[in-house]
C-alpha cells in the first residue's frame, strides 16, 4: 500500500501515547510521508468527522494511540474518510486495539510494504423523525464528565427523509446506540420495533444497539451475548428493564431496529459510541440500522478474538473440568487446516505475518 498521508490521534493524558506517537512521526520523515495530528479537542471544542478530516489533509491511513476510546474516535473519521485504521494498544481493555506499542514501528513498515490484512468490521447509522440536538438549557448539564460535545449530526444530503423513513443522519457507531433515561428517578418507556414490527413496550434504564464488534462493550454489561466481530448482525439489549422478558435479541442486518419514545415516557438521551448527540421527546424515534459503509482496519496477524475474551474477561476453567489434568489445545492456529476444514476460516498465519502482541 502506498501511505502518503498519516493521521495521528492520540491519547494525549498517556505518556507512553505521546511517546508512541514521536516513533511514528520519525517514521514518516524517514519515509517521506505526511503526518497531521488529528484534533479532536480544537480549541477547547469539538468538529465533525468531515471537519476534522480535511483539516488533516484526508489521509488515507489513521493511527490512533491510546486505549478502545481512542480508537472509537478514529473509527468515527476513518469511516467517514473511508481509510484504513491502524489501532495501537495503550488502554486496559483492548478489545478494538491490535498492536503494542513496541511494535509500531513493525506494524507501519507492514502496511508500507503490504503485508497485512484488512478486517472489515460493520457500523451502524441511524435515521430519525427530526434531527438530533442538545437543548442549549440541558447541555452544560448533560455533558457534566463528559467533556465537549460533538456538533449535532448532518442531515445526509445523499438520500432522501420523508415522514414515515425519517431523516437520514450523517452518523456511524462502531459499538453502539443507546437510549437512555435522562432523569435517574424515571426510566424511558420505549416501543421497540423489528423489521417495522412491534416487538415489545419497555420500561427500563436504558436500551441499546450494537454491532457485533459492541458486543463486548455496554452491551456485554448489560447481559447480552458475545458475538464474533466477523459476523454481520444487530444486538438489541434493554438495560435493567422492568418486565420479565430481559433477553437480547439478535437480528440480521436487514433487519433494523426501532426505538420509539412512548407518551408518558420522560425525555431520553440518544448516545453513539459514547458520545451524546441528542435528547428526544415522547413521540420521537430512531431507526438503528447496518451502514451502507464498513470500517476497515489493519489486521497484521490472525485474529485471536476468543483468546482476548479469555484474557481481557479473566475466564476460569471450572474445577471440575480440569481436576484430572490440563486441558490440551482442540486444534492449530499456526497451521494449515487440512483439506476437509479448509472451506472453513481456520486460518494459518500467513507468510511474512508476525504478531505484534
Request: aromatic share 6%; charged share 25%; hydrophobic share 40%.
Amino acid at each position: 500500500m502506498t501511505v502518503n498521508r498519516i493521521g495521528l490521534v492520540v491519547h494525549g493524558g498517556r505518556a507512553e501515547a505521546v511517546e508512541a506517537a514521536d516513533v511514528v512521526r520519525a517514521w514518516c520523515e524517514e519515509h517521506a510521508v505526511r503526518c497531521t495530528d488529528i484534533d479532536v479537542w480544537h480549541d477547547g471544542g469539538r468538529r465533525g468527522a468531515r471537519e476534522e478530516v480535511e483539516a488533516a489533509g484526508d489521509p488515507d491511513l489513521i493511527v490512533t494511540l491510546g486505549g478502545d476510546g481512542t480508537f472509537l474516535r478514529g473509527a468515527r473519521l476513518a469511516a467517514e474518510n473511508d481509510s484504513l485504521v491502524l489501532g495501537v494498544d495503550l488502554g486496559r481493555v483492548g478489545f478494538l486495539t491490535g498492536v503494542s506499542a513496541s511494535g509500531v514501528r513493525s506494524a507501519l513498515d507492514a502496511v508500507r510494504e503490504d503485508r497485512f490484512r484488512v478486517d472489515s468490521r460493520m457500523l451502524l447509522t441511524l435515521r430519525a423523525s427530526r434531527c438530533l440536538e442538545v437543548p442549549a438549557d440541558m447541555e452544560d448539564w448533560v455533558k457534566y464528565g463528559r467533556g465537549p460535545l460533538l456538533p449535532p449530526p448532518r442531515v445526509r444530503s445523499d438520500c432522501k427523509a420523508d415522514d414515515e423513513w425519517g431523516i437520514p443522519l450523517n452518523v456511524t457507531a462502531l459499538n453502539d446506540v443507546v437510549l437512555e433515561k435522562l432523569s435517574r428517578d424515571r426510566q424511558v418507556s420505549v416501543g421497540v420495533y423489528v423489521s417495522g414490527r412491534l416487538l415489545a413496550s419497555y420500561s427500563a434504564d436504558a436500551l441499546l444497539v450494537a454491532t457485533p464488534t459492541g458486543s463486548t462493550a455496554y452491551s456485554f454489561a448489560a447481559g447480552g451475548p458475545v458475538v464474533s466481530p466477523r459476523a454481520d448482525a444487530l444486538v438489541f439489549t434493554p438495560v435493567a428493564p422492568h418486565m420479565a422478558f430481559n433477553r437480547s435479541v439478535v437480528t440480521a442486518p436487514d433487519e433494523p431496529v426501532g426505538l420509539r419514545v412512548l407518551e408518558r415516557s420522560g425525555q431520553a438521551a440518544v448516545s453513539i459510541d459514547g458520545q451524546l448527540r441528542g435528547v428526544l421527546d415522547p413521540g420521537d424515534w430512531i431507526g438503528v440500522y447496518a451502514a451502507p459503509r464498513r470500517l476497515r482496519a489493519v489486521r497484521l496477524g490472525p485474529m485471536d478474538f476468543y483468546g482476548h475474551l479469555r484474557e481481557r474477561m479473566n475466564l476460569t476453567d471450572a474445577p471440575a473440568a480440569v481436576a484430572d489434568g490440563s486441558p490440551a489445545p482442540l486444534w492449530s492456529v499456526t497451521t494449515p487446516p487440512p483439506g476437509d476444514l479448509a472451506h472453513l476460516a481456520l486460518l494459518p498465519v500467513p507468510d511474512g505475518f508476525s504478531p505484534l502482541r
